[in-house]
């Protein structure tokens, strides 16, 4: 069945710097999201991509969505401290979402 | 908008007994519910489509007859646990789209199940 490649695993990095991450695919989607999830928590939606080339922006949080429409991107800039969490991508397909395996963030103050 | 709440945030049982974990949309009406299954340190996998008025579909691998869906309104879809067991024991999700026209889902804050 499809299957999302995210990368990397998990990412240790310095407050203030910034992040990036991706997920690829060997299937199209047509809508690719991205998720944070905290320790015993839900994930919450970050940002959602419909169009193959979107680049998307939700304040420090940057995605874009492949133009193969087999990849997208996250870009977080100036990391915090709060940035601390595991970042899903999910793409969707017909009545259902696939989720990438996450990506564990630690920012050290 | 797209509240969603799970009921309850945790729970203990003993093996052999059933468990319910509701699900509700605070602020929209939902026609059709997810419900996930996460282990630690592990993605979320889908377990089935929760559809209001109708059957729900589940996943490959996954016992209709174990895992009980009911989806009576359009507000609250329930997962019931039947006869569980230690391996049961996992971290369970369920998530609501706004509507046809939206893919993005919203999650509830998770159920910690504990089987003893």
């Known amino acids: 069945g499809q299957q999302l490649n995210q990368s990397p695993q998990s990412m240790f990095i310095q407050e203030g710097e910034d992040v990036s991450m991706n997920c690829t695919s060997s299937?199209?989607?047509?809508?690719w999201l991205w998720y944070k999830q905290d320790p015993g928590e839900g994930p919450v939606l970050l940002i959602a991509l419909y169009k193959a080339g979107e680049l998307t922006s939700n304040g420090r949080l940057t995605a874009q969505f492949g133009i193969t429409r087999k990849d997208s991107f996250l870009n977080i800039s100036a990391s915090i401290p709060s940035d601390v969490g595991i970042y899903f991508c999910a793409g969707q397909l017909p009545g259902k979402l696939i989720f990438g395996q996450g990506t564990t963030l630690q920012v050290k103050p | 908008g797209a509240v969603v709440s799970q009921h309850p945030s945790w729970v203990i049982c003993k093996s052999g007994t059933s468990v319910k974990i509701e699900c509700r949309s605070l602020d929209f009406q939902a026609t059709t519910m997810f419900w996930y299954r996460q282990f630690p340190k592990q993605s979320l996998m889908l377990m089935a489509t929760?559809?209001?008025?109708?059957?729900?579909?589940?996943e490959q691998g996954v016992e209709k007859d174990k895992f009980l869906i009911n989806h009576a309104s359009l507000t609250l879809s329930t997962l019931t646990v039947t006869s569980a067991h230690p391996e049961d024991s996992s971290f369970y999700i369920c998530s609501a789209h706004l509507g046809l026209a939206s893919y993005e889902q919203y999650f509830g804050p998770g159920t910690r199940l504990t089987v003893t």
């Open positions: 929760s559809n209001e008025g109708s059957k729900a579909t589940y």
């Open positions: 299937s199209i989607f047509n809508t």
